[in-house]
């Protein structure tokens, strides 16, 4: 039976009931199928100055994907997108699009906006499902570039890098590639095995090698890379935790997100046929209220925790995309908003028994912009719980910059970088996403990879040469 369509309303996507979701790793949003994404695609106005587009990182072409859809050419959708990302399916699922392409959409002004980030996804999964790939239409120019860390900026830029023509090989610390992607996002909001794996074998495909456990910086230098490379790309993120510095944060029971996560994610201790240990506790507070507090928290949740969010602003100002919000409340986590700890408390063999923390107002706007957060007097209280996980936000690793001279960093430790080129103060050494900008978001990080991509070429001076069919 077709699908009737409100010019207004989005075509609903389907997801795992929230009960049942709540204890399983398993996708939550299960997406479009053929017939819905057609749906949802003939609500575009397919604008001849389409304002999705602006709002778009990498400037998709995102009328000319749909119009694809709304017709059911599929394939030749995909091939639209792939023009301008290596990583839809991913993008489709953890991009904030209601701040980005989704919030200019023209249909949004008087409705609901086109689910622009639902349909990338449908077009990604449509692809893998249907065995496309992306395809080099260039002849090699005998460059050859180095890419350090395997997240979305180097990906990125690997990718384009490949299909102008250039030999690329990314070195990646940890033993698996795709950054964040697969350590820190967690499964049940984006599946590694299927979706990311897939988009990191795209990227192969395009003839990029990966080189998994080599730490630059440390088993080779950037100074070395350069001997053998014509530029280098470095991409290797911001993963390093941040910390309250409030007493008893040294105990047991409390963990950065990251290693929470990572723990969960990459080494797979949720899954019974993985040794990975993780502690599961009987009730967690997560400090913090951006998307890697949510994901932390709904982790924590499926393990079997009572698991509660302690934020200093109301919910208002919480950070996290509000899809993961909702879905967080809805799967039953508790948001102690307007709250802040002071002190972890530990037993006599030092684990966590307690999170003291303050009452919070909101004063006057900050230099961020938002109202700054006051302690309320005589506002202590404790909550009981035995373990804490900090989830502040992350910032760049200062090793590889402090291992290779002549690499200017600002004073947050981020690489300086010129956001247009990506060029650093070091000749032929280029930067882009977290590691130049701080903790942002994948999108953001693949816009740098493109721009370092583009920025490398101009430099190398190369022209792409089409191989003839
Ligand atoms: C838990 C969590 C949830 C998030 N959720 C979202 C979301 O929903 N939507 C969104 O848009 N963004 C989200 N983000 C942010 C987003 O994932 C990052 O902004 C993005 O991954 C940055 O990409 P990147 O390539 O710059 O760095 P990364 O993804 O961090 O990749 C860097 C890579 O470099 C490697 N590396 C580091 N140092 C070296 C070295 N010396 N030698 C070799 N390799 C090295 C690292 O191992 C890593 O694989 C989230 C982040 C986290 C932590
Ligand atoms: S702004 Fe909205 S309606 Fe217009 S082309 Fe973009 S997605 Fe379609």
Not at 395 to 421: C, F, H, Q, V
């Amino acid at each position: 039976m077709a699908i009737e369509v409100d010019a207004f309303k989005r075509v609903p996507v389907r997801e795992q009931d929230a009960q049942v979701r709540a204890k399983n790793f398993d996708e939550v949003c299960l997406g479009y199928n053929e017939e819905e994404a057609m749906a949802e695609a003939s609500r575009c106005l397919e604008c001849k100055n389409p304002r999705c587009r602006m709002g778009c990182p990498v400037s998709i072409d995102i009328p000319k994907f749909i119009h694809e859809v709304k017709v059911g050419n599929f394939a030749a959708a995909y091939e639209v997108l792939n023009t301008y990302t290596a990583l839809p399916a991913v993008c489709g699922r953890v991009c904030p699009q209601e701040t980005q392409c989704e919030q200019k959409c023209v249909r949004g002004v008087k409705g609901e906006a086109v689910s622009i980030g639902k349909l990338e996804r449908f077009v990604a999964d449509w692809a893998r499902e249907h065995g496309l790939k992306p395809q080099v239409r260039v002849k090699k120019n005998g460059k050859k570039v180095a890419v350090i860390g395997a997240g979305p900026a180097g990906l990125t830029c690997a990718g384009d890098l490949a299909k102008a023509g250039y030999d690329v090989t990314i070195y990646e610390a940890l033993h698996k590639a795709g950054g964040v992607l697969v350590y820190g996002i967690p499964e049940f909001r984006l599946p590694k095995s299927t979706v990311v794996a897939h988009e990191v074998e795209n990227v192969k495909a395009l003839g990029v090698d990966i080189e998994t456990d080599v730490v630059i910086g440390k088993t080779v230098s950037i100074d070395e890379l350069l001997e053998n490379y014509d530029a280098v790309f470095v991409g290797s993120g911001a993963g390093l935790p941040k910390f309250m510095g409030i007493p008893g944060e040294n105990s047991n029971g409390v963990f950065s997100a990251n290693e929470y996560l990572t723990r969960n994610n990459l080494m797979k201790a949720y899954r019974d046929d993985y040794d990975t240990p993780i502690y599961v506790p009987k009730k967690a507070v997560i400090v913090g209220g951006g998307n890697v507090a949510m994901d932390a928290a709904r982790t924590a949740l499926r393990l079997g925790a009572e698991t509660h969010i302690v934020y200093r602003r109301s919910e208002a100002e919480l950070p996290a995309r509000a899809e993961e919000v909702h879905h967080a409340k809805e799967e039953g986590i508790i948001f102690d908003v307007l709250c802040n700890p002071t002190e972890i408390l530990a037993d006599e063999n030092g684990w966590v028994k307690g999170c003291k923390c303050v009452r919070m107002e909101l004063g006057e706007p900050d230099e961020s912009g938002r109202r700054r957060p006051q302690v309320v007097k005589d506002s202590e209280f404790v909550i009981d719980c035995d373990c804490v996980i900090m989830s502040l936000g992350t910032a760049a690793n200062p090793m590889l910059a402090n291992s290779t001279t002549g690499l200017n960093t600002t004073k947050y430790k981020t690489i300086e970088a010129d956001e247009a080129t990506g060029a650093t103060s070091k000749a032929r050494v280029f930067a882009g996403g977290d590691v130049v900008s701080g903790a942002a978001t994948v999108i953001l990080a693949m816009g740098a990879g493109k721009a370092a991509a583009k920025g490398i070429q101009d430099m190398l001076g190369t022209t792409p040469e089409p191989i003839e069919e």
